[in-house]
């Protein structure tokens, strides 16, 4: 059964950086879509990015302003993001799945219990 457990959340000031770490752990790694999804108070979750072991996707809210990468050795995935504004404020998930089956973009077997960002302006 996968476990994913994230890191890295917290408060950050507008215009600031943070970067969010995603441990997993009974899961073929390398085999895994990995990705961050984010939701804010009031609002439906949303993908911010996905990374499989070759490419990677980001939403049009945080292109530009984050970067995905994995470490298939650590089993991590991390996600950076600079520029931080009030409304990038929200919980940050990271979730999985096997990157052989094709499902709709936001289903994943996976979740994590989720890490805080807050943004203050």
């Known amino acids: 059964q996968g476990q994913l457990v994230e890191s890295g959340g917290g408060l950050v000031q507008a215009g600031g950086s943070l970067k969010l770490s995603c441990a997993a752990s009974?899961?073929?790694?390398?085999?895994?879509?990995m990705a961050w999804f984010r939701q804010a108070p009031g609002k439906e979750r949303e993908l911010v990015a996905s990374?499989?072991?070759?490419?990677?996707n980001y939403a049009a809210s945080m292109k530009g302003r984050s970067t995905i990468s994995r470490d298939n050795a650590k089993k991590t995935v991390y996600l950076r993001m600079d520029s931080l504004n009030p409304e990038d404020t929200a919980v940050y998930y990271c979730?999985?799945?096997?990157?052989?089956?094709?499902?709709?973009?936001?289903?994943?077997?996976?979740w994590g219990q989720g890490t805080q960002v807050t943004v203050s302006s």
């Open positions: 990374i499989t072991t070759w490419s990677t």
């Open positions: 009974g899961l073929t790694f390398s085999l895994y879509t």
């Open positions: 979730a999985a799945r096997p990157t052989s089956i094709t499902r709709l973009p936001n289903v994943y077997d996976y």
